[in-house]
DNA sequence: GCAAGATACCCAAACGTTTGGTCCAATCGT
DNA sequence: ACGATTGGACCAAACGTTTGGGTATCTTGC
């Protein structure tokens, strides 16, 4: 189309209309006021036919400049090749490109230092906002970050004081041990994912809260921390299986990832998940369905997630109140924890 | 630390120095030669002293609007929950970050239309260039964006004409061949990902060639596209069990999850991969090692494509040479094929 | 026919940088 | 001692917008 990106301005459409640029810019921006103050309405269309046919856009950077608002974005999570996090940016995005907003995205791999760095690298960016999806249960880094006056919400994790829109996850544990229990369970071990992460903190205390309820307690060497990967999900499942005594007869962890490294940990062991001991994952992955044993998994809506994360981050931003949300988990039941343990 | 963001500026800085504002962007700016002009070492040194103490963050937003050059570059992929993009990203952000530049990432989920969208936002944003990672092998947008001077490479997959880094394909489909027929397998079918990709079209190209290189071939019915993941992968391998007549006895999808998606329907047969039929993956995704049936896999360096994707725009950006590059794959053998195929 | 009010514009400053010029004083070569 | 050089800084314009205020011209009410 373009010979070789001219780009066009303001100015070059006031010129060739003999307008001031100013009388363009009112035109093409303001719709509904301003607009009509500014210029006839057959001079407003004779700009507007311009600009769409030298294929006007606005330069970003001289709004931003004026207007003192980037409408960026910055976003932070533990990291993009988590799937669990991608969808939840996913959503992130979409909803930002519905309020025409821009988004950073960027990892900090759960690493203090690395969060703090990149929050600056963000504000050096001057986002007019951020979204973490990284916050720590001990929540230093978003207590200054609040101090600072910078706007933000938290997704996927939760820390008291900050607004954040999270699964219901302690919800979801209740429902995973409601259905092992309902099962016939009784032995049960959890990985439980990283210490200071809410997710993996209040999903297995929902799981537990949920067996006490029916007496059963789970021991504490039965609860192992643990990546939110496969490779940490194996590693705990080892720590679990490897441990004296009897084994349990289902396991829970809190990730799916995590859960699947424990399947291949199971089977390693000549136990057949599904058969010899029941294994339920959390956030029911698209893969979840399609493995060799399906998972069963709960549904985490995580795309969602991530859109009323900025919904309520651009509320913050108009000075709107923004109360944190809790979004409904669905436990989705399949072969990994479809049938009573073996007597 | 900051009381309520009151952002530094150079005239703040200048003004508390009794300076120019000028001379303050010099001081900061030019290191080398530039800086010896601009002011004595004495002063260079107060200036920086300052700037360090108020937290001096130079606004991006008038440097862009000023030099007409945002440091941004915008990245394309299918999708971003998709694992193997995602790690590309992550090698690209890694790079960027090291030249102090900032990435924009977005989704084109392969659609045309949303790529041709994508790339116009992208531009609007007024990005310094493009990286591709969901090039269709057509390459018709290809071809406009170049024509209208716009900077960019390829990652992940090829297309003929532009400059691209992406993994020695057709190598590592001949890699998975030479190990099969190693084994004594001569019935293959393969999962070849969707048609219109680089990375599925030269894996299976490799692959055939070599197996052609024994005087093996593979029948048509035996190749069916999918989509790069385990739902794909499922359905792909369901497509070639329910063919009458004999199954083959190994199976090469293009994609790690399209071949954990495969396994699952083996699988539902009652087919054990590894024991009744070989799987091999592409990829090697950190979750193939760790998979119950640990996966054949071709280890693809993604992290570093994505590194060297945007070393190579950097250059192009520079008016430097920016020769394609093909990175070597690595096969893995894991249990999911590591014996013969039964009598 | 005249003040008042729209209407349809234009003016100019400002956002925070960068950068080619200019300018003054001190230093230098001879 | 005098013109040339240079070191050290200032000046001002420009990048492309937005926006509070003008200023003509045209209606309108009476």
């Known amino acids: 189309m373009d010979p070789q990106r001219p780009q066009v301005t303001l100015r070059m459409l006031a010129d060739r209309l003999g307008l001031h640029v100013s009388t363009v810019s009112r035109a093409l921006h303001a719709k509904p006021e301003e607009g009509r103050r500014a210029a006839s309405s057959a ?75 990149q929050t600056e690298m ?45 699964c219901d996850d302690p919800l979801g544990g209740r429902q995973v041990a409601e259905h092992l229990l309902g099962l016939g369970h009784r032995d ?24 006490a309820e029916d007496g059963m307690t789970v021991p504490a060497d039965r609860i192992v921390h643990s990546a939110f990967d496969a490779r940490g999900g194996r590693q705990a499942a080892d720590r679990v299986l490897d441990a004296p005594g009897p ?22 062991r000549g136990l057949s998940p599904g058969q010899d001991i029941a294994v339920v994952g959390f956030n029911d992955t698209p893969l979840a369905a399609e493995l060799p044993i399906p998972l069963t998994s709960v549904r985490s ?24 949300e809790r979004l409904a988990p669905t436990l989705v039941v399949r072969a990994s924890s479809d049938r009573p343990p073996r007597s």
Chains 1, 2 share one sequence.
């Open 43 to 117: 001079t407003i269309a004779r700009i507007r036919e311009l600009a769409d046919e030298l294929g006007y856009q606005p330069n970003p950077h001289a709004t931003s400049l004026r207007t003192q608002r980037s409408n960026l974005v910055g976003v932070l999570v533990p990291r993009l090749s988590d799937l669990v996090l991608a969808t939840v940016y996913e959503g992130i995005q979409e909803a930002a490109r519905a309020q025409g907003l821009s988004t950073f995205v960027t990892n900090t791999k759960d690493e203090p230092d690395t969060q703090r760095a």
């Open 247 to 268: 084994q349990p007869t289902a396991l829970f962890a809190v990730n799916d990832f995590a859960a699947i490294g424990a399947m291949g940990a199971l089977r390693d």
């Open 301 to 324: 809506p995580m795309h969602e997630m991530g859109r009323r994360g900025l919904d309520l981050l651009t509320r913050l931003l108009a000075g709107e109140p923004a109360p944190s």
């Open 188 to 211: 049960f071990a959890v990985i439980a994912g990283e210490p200071y992460a809410s997710t993996g903190i209040d999903r297995t205390r929902g799981f537990l809260e949920r067996c």
């Open 122 to 166: 963000m504000l050096a960016r001057r986002v007019d906002g951020l979204i973490f999806g990284d916050a720590r249960a001990d929540g230093a880094l978003l207590a200054e970050t609040a101090a600072r006056g910078v706007p933000f919400v938290l997704v996927s994790r939760h820390v008291a004081g900050h607004t954040s829109v999270t």
